[in-house]
């Protein structure tokens, strides 16, 4: 419309000025009246004409569509004065802001580069036929979506000096929902069955597990992928002549409701005739071989030769090759109903490592991050040690966000530079950890901690742990590279005073100082053993009201003071792919902690944790966890001394218990009237069992899903003893399976910019009556 109306203008100015052009002149100036921001340069750069010039009414209309086109006049005239031509112009209005309203799936930023890019943005020139062609461009964008009913309303507002201000009103309306979806000419496989296979659904069709999917909702992007896990389905089964003939598409006059039809012709199956690998196998050929997963004389299937493509070029990738090419081609005989399969290898030049750029890393050394690679400079491109790089990056718990590229090198096709950029998490965190249990209320923890201290990859921890009966105080370091060969070095001393009066149950309470030394090997790339040596000064408390016969009689036997020495073995297994985070791999250790007789007490404690994630996608994973421990006593004494017996319950155990709570119960004294004393509490075990499953899911309703975490847990465990008291009626000697308890519920972690916090809502599945319940807990990290 813009065009048209410029030519009628051109046009009708030309006729105008036809008469005082009649006769030829030499021009002896050139004036332009009317400018306010556009510079005289600019107009003269575009007019076709120069001082000297003879010219004549056959020029007038050159010239005003060089005006013109510099897009900057909705109005030029062309007068002659004398032997002077004068160019009387109109400015188009500068844009002083442009805002929009009501965009919520097309965001602001992206609004705002598409104007940039043509040139609709703050102090350009304002064209209406930009804008409106912005606006018919939306509003095909929202129909793509489904949202039919989306409309873009433009309100310009005049300004003083020419200026105006652009507001687009957007109503994007809801997506239209799929009303009837038919699938028409299948003979072969049902509609229920091709069904299961599409991502949109009718709206009466989607089971109430799945309301929050949005699967009724109508795009043309979701029609164009249905119709692309079709062709898959067929093609994995051999129907390699299936088309959708045709797709129809009706809206109601409402624009709300949509009817799709989908028209297939499904064909015959194919059997495989032949599978020839070709090209430069770069006496690879056993290996790749072996990596084809179909056979002659089975049915075709395209899972199968995706399958082979993507193996042999991952083959390829580990032995240097980075930018192999495998296609495979598909040679079908309509007569036979066979197909022969081509996998064609090229692949290329070695590619090696030029340089590697870290990037992103404010506060943590680039060396830090440099020995945790895998993949050097200089050497071939290894995809494995580069998937070996990232996990190990992601298992320090540095950095929110690690991702490692190649980044081509122009000219070059042997060589790339490795891109590594990270994103730091907070290295200082204050946490506060509580929950609340009926009948005694609110309970929490306080502690502050240091990680990746100065950004030199080691962890510094000044550690403060406060709750109602527990000040805890703990100074350590850890250096995971002592050596260059990643011997790791830590030291911790820690002091620990309890008030018996107000923990959970109210019989004991512990005073103790020391420290210990630990030493690290690698012993593979995922493995390691440690050793240590421990000092620790212990001091014993018992309630002269609740104490158990169990705590007095250890008193009576050692007395309330202790100097213990230890020395501490661990083994550690970690493919995981990060921390908190983690949703792949498998995690598994072993400790072993021995008083030595060099102190007061001999005991010892092992303990095994494992964990393994089973990934399906993107936050969808299943993750299975154990804990199990073993303690006991040897020389004059076989028992573990019960305040290092383990116990069950609470967030960090078997969830929707209270903390500590499960497990044997202690041995009351006797009364006046030969009955006990008192209820006895909770003592533990030397026996541990604890396991469970989370299913990780996405989270309903969150935007990002890399912000939050949410599992649906089952937990299960108990604390049990093979060291009862012969006089104790309420414990039993060994492992009784039938006192598991069962939990149930969902733990939710929201990683904010400043700490994580998490959640969580636990059923006890099988309490007994004396059992100490609770429901909801939580953990909030603060981090400065």
Same mark, same amino acid.
């Given at each position: 419309?813009?065009?048209?109306?410029?030519?009628?203008?051109?046009?009708?100015?030309?006729?105008?000025?036809?008469?005082?052009?009649?006769?030829?002149?030499?021009?002896?100036?050139?004036?332009?009246?009317?400018?306010?921001?556009?510079?005289?340069?600019?107009?003269?750069?575009?007019?076709?004409?120069?001082?000297?010039?003879?010219?004549?009414?056959?020029?007038?209309?050159?010239?005003?569509?060089?005006?013109?086109?510099?897009?900057?006049?909705?109005?030029?005239?062309?007068?002659?004065?004398?032997?002077?031509?004068?160019?009387?112009?109109?400015?188009?209005?500068? +844009?002083?802001?442009?805002?929009?309203?009501?965009?919520?799936? +097309?965001?602001?930023?992206?609004?705002?580069?598409?104007?940039?890019?043509?040139?609709?943005?703050?102090?350009? &020139?304002?064209?209406?036929?930009?804008?409106?062609?912005?606006?018919?461009?939306?509003?095909?964008?929202?129909?793509?979506?489904?949202?039919? *009913?989306?409309?873009?309303?433009?309100?310009?507002?005049?300004?003083?000096?020419?200026?105006?201000?652009?507001?687009?009103?957007?109503?994007?309306?809801?997506?239209?929902?799929?009303?009837?979806?038919?699938?028409?000419?299948? !003979?072969?496989?049902?509609?229920?069955?091709?069904?299961?296979?599409?991502?949109?659904?009718?709206?009466?069709?989607?089971?109430?597990?799945?309301?929050?999917?949005?699967?009724?909702?109508?795009?043309?992007?979701?029609?164009?992928?249905?119709?692309?896990?079709?062709?898959?389905?067929?093609?994995?089964?051999?129907?390699?002549?299936?088309?959708?003939?045709?797709?129809?598409?009706?809206?109601?006059? *409402?624009?709300?409701?949509?009817?799709?039809?989908?028209? &297939?012709?499904?064909?015959?199956?194919?059997?495989?005739?032949?599978?020839?690998?070709?090209?430069?196998?770069?006496?690879?050929?056993?290996?790749?071989?072996?990596?084809?997963?179909?056979?002659?004389?089975?049915?075709?299937?395209?899972?199968?030769?995706?399958?082979?493509?993507?193996?042999?070029?991952?083959?390829?990738?580990?032995?240097?090759?980075?930018?192999?090419?495998?296609?495979?081609?598909? !040679? =079908?005989?309509?007569?036979?109903?066979?197909?022969?399969?081509?996998?064609?290898?090229?692949?290329?030049?070695?590619?090696?490592?030029?340089?590697?750029?870290?990037?992103?890393?404010?506060?943590? %050394?680039?060396?830090?991050?440099?020995?945790?690679?895998?993949?050097?400079?200089? $050497?071939?491109?290894? %995809?494995?040690?580069?998937?070996?790089?990232?996990?190990?990056?992601?298992?320090?718990?540095?950095?929110?966000?690690?991702?490692?590229?190649?980044?081509?090198?122009?000219?070059? #096709?042997?060589?790339?530079?490795?891109?590594?950029?990270?994103?730091?998490?907070?290295?200082?965190?204050?946490?506060?950890?509580?929950?609340?249990?009926?009948?005694?209320?609110?309970?929490?923890?306080?502690?502050?901690?240091?990680?990746?201290?100065?950004?030199?990859?080691?962890?510094?921890?000044?550690?403060?742990?406060?709750?109602?009966?527990?000040? %805890?105080?703990?100074?350590?370091?850890?250096?995971?590279?002592?050596? &260059?060969?990643?011997?790791?070095?830590?030291?911790?001393?820690?002091?620990?005073?309890?008030?018996?009066?107000?923990?959970?149950?109210?019989?004991?309470?512990?005073?103790?100082?020391?420290?210990? &030394?630990?030493?690290?090997? =690698?012993?593979?790339?995922?493995?390691?053993?440690?050793?240590?040596?421990?000092?620790?000064? #212990?001091?014993?408390?018992?309630?002269?009201?609740?104490?158990?016969?169990?705590?007095?009689?250890?008193?009576?036997?050692?007395?309330?003071?202790?100097?213990?020495?230890?020395?501490?073995?661990?083994?550690?297994?970690?493919?995981?792919?990060?921390?908190?985070?983690?949703?792949?791999?498998?995690?598994?250790?072993?400790?072993?902690?021995?008083?030595?007789?060099?102190?007061?007490?001999?005991?010892?404690?092992?303990?095994?944790?494992?964990?393994?994630?089973?990934?399906?996608?993107?936050?969808?994973?299943?993750?299975?966890?154990?804990?199990?421990?073993?303690?006991?006593?040897?020389?004059?004494?076989?028992?573990?001394?019960?305040?290092? *017996?383990?116990?069950?319950?609470?967030?960090?155990?078997?969830?929707?218990?209270?903390?500590?709570?499960?497990?044997?119960?202690?041995? $009351? =004294?006797?009364?006046?009237?030969?009955?006990?004393?008192?209820?006895?509490?909770? +003592?533990?075990?030397?026996?541990?069992?604890?396991?469970?499953?989370?299913?990780?899911?996405?989270?309903?309703?969150? !935007?990002?899903? #890399?912000?939050?975490?949410?599992?649906?847990?089952?937990? $299960?465990?108990?604390?049990?003893? #093979?060291?009862?008291?012969?006089?104790?009626?309420?414990?039993?000697?060994?492992?009784?399976?039938?006192?598991?308890?069962?939990?149930?519920?969902?733990?939710?972690?929201?990683?904010?910019?400043? $700490?994580?916090?998490?959640?969580?809502?636990?059923?006890?599945?099988?309490?007994?009556?004396?059992?100490?319940?609770?429901?909801?807990?939580?953990? +909030?990290?603060?981090?400065?």
């Amino acid at each position: 419309m813009g065009v048209v109306r410029n030519t009628i203008a051109i046009a009708l100015l030309t006729a105008m000025s036809a008469v005082a052009l009649a006769e030829s002149f030499v021009v002896e100036e050139v004036r332009v009246e009317g400018l306010q921001r556009v510079s005289l340069g600019s107009v003269l750069a575009e007019l076709s004409l120069n001082q000297g010039d003879r010219v004549d009414e056959a020029d007038a209309s050159e010239w005003l569509r060089d005006v013109y086109s510099t897009g900057y006049f909705y109005d030029v005239r062309v007068e002659r004065s004398g032997n002077s031509l004068v160019f009387v112009v109109i400015e188009r209005p500068a +844009i002083e802001s442009i805002s929009f309203d009501g965009n919520s799936t +097309i965001p602001t930023e992206t609004l705002e580069r598409v104007f940039e890019d043509v040139g609709l943005a703050e102090g350009e &020139i304002y064209s209406q036929s930009l804008l409106e062609n912005i606006q018919l461009e939306l509003e095909k964008q929202y129909g793509l979506q489904g949202r039919y *009913n989306a409309t873009v309303v433009e309100e310009i507002t005049a300004l003083t000096r020419n200026r105006v201000k652009v507001h687009l009103d957007i109503q994007e309306g809801p997506v239209a929902r799929v009303e009837h979806y038919q699938i028409v000419g299948n !003979q072969v496989f049902s509609t229920a069955e091709l069904r299961d296979t599409l991502n949109m659904a009718e709206a009466d069709s989607i089971p109430f597990w799945k309301v929050l999917s949005k699967a009724d909702n109508y795009s043309k992007a979701a029609l164009t992928g249905d119709v692309q896990r079709l062709e898959d389905f067929y093609f994995d089964r051999g129907y390699l002549d299936f088309s959708v003939v045709s797709q129809q598409v009706s809206i109601s006059e *409402n624009k709300a409701d949509i009817t799709v039809a989908l028209n &297939i012709r499904e064909g015959v199956p194919y059997d495989v005739a032949s599978v020839e690998v070709v090209g430069d196998l770069k006496g690879l050929d056993d290996d790749i071989l072996q990596q084809v997963s179909i056979e002659a004389g089975q049915t075709y299937s395209r899972v199968k030769v995706n399958d082979s493509v993507r193996n042999i070029k991952s083959l390829l990738g580990e032995n240097g090759y980075a930018f192999a090419q495998v296609r495979d081609f598909r !040679q =079908p005989q309509a007569e036979s109903q066979t197909v022969d399969v081509v996998i064609q290898v090229n692949p290329g030049k070695p590619v090696y490592i030029n340089r590697i750029i870290i990037q992103g890393n404010t506060a943590t %050394n680039d060396e830090v991050i440099r020995r945790e690679l895998r993949q050097l400079e200089r $050497a071939l491109v290894i %995809n494995d040690k580069i998937r070996q790089s990232q996990a190990r990056l992601e298992r320090l718990g540095y950095f929110t966000r690690v991702n490692i590229e190649t980044q081509t090198i122009p000219g070059r #096709d042997d060589l790339v530079d490795l891109l590594v950029t990270v994103a730091e998490a907070k290295d200082s965190q204050i946490n506060i950890a509580g929950g609340y249990a009926a009948g005694s209320g609110f309970f929490g923890e306080f502690s502050v901690q240091q990680n990746n201290f100065a950004g030199m990859g080691v962890d510094f921890s000044a550690g403060i742990t406060v709750n109602e009966s527990t000040q %805890n105080y703990q100074l350590s370091v850890d250096n995971p590279y002592f050596t &260059i060969d990643g011997v790791s070095l830590g030291a911790d001393l820690y002091y620990k005073n309890s008030d018996y009066s107000e923990t959970t149950f109210g019989t004991y309470a512990t005073n103790s100082y020391g420290g210990r &030394i630990n030493l690290g090997y =690698p012993i593979s790339e995922n493995q390691r053993v440690s050793y240590g040596l421990g000092y620790s000064r #212990d001091e014993l408390f018992l309630s002269d009201t609740s104490a158990t016969l169990e705590m007095t009689d250890f008193r009576e036997q050692n007395g309330d003071e202790y100097n213990i020495a230890t020395a501490l073995f661990g083994w550690n297994y970690n493919t995981l792919n990060g921390t908190l985070k983690a949703d792949d791999g498998s995690s598994l250790s072993f400790n072993a902690e021995v008083a030595t007789p060099a102190g007061d007490l001999n005991y010892y404690r092992l303990t095994a944790a494992g964990q393994t994630y089973i990934n399906f996608a993107d936050n969808l994973a299943l993750r299975f966890h154990s804990d199990v421990g073993y303690g006991g006593g040897y020389g004059d004494n076989n028992r573990l001394p019960f305040y290092k *017996n383990f116990y069950s319950g609470g967030a960090r155990s078997v969830r929707g218990f209270r903390n500590g709570s499960l497990g044997p119960v202690g041995t $009351a =004294p006797l009364g006046e009237d030969n009955l006990p004393a008192f209820d006895a509490s909770p +003592i533990g075990g030397n026996i541990k069992l604890e396991a469970g499953t989370e299913l990780l899911i996405p989270t309903p309703f969150a !935007q990002n899903q #890399d912000a939050f975490r949410t599992a649906l847990f089952v937990d $299960a465990g108990n604390v049990f003893t #093979d060291q009862c008291r012969a006089d104790n009626p309420n414990c039993e000697n060994g492992v009784d399976l039938s006192e598991i308890r069962l939990s149930a519920g969902v733990d939710v972690t929201w990683i904010t910019a400043i $700490a994580p916090l998490s959640f969580s809502y636990a059923w006890p599945l099988n309490a007994k009556d004396d059992d100490l319940t609770t429901n909801f807990a939580f953990n +909030i990290g603060i981090s400065y």
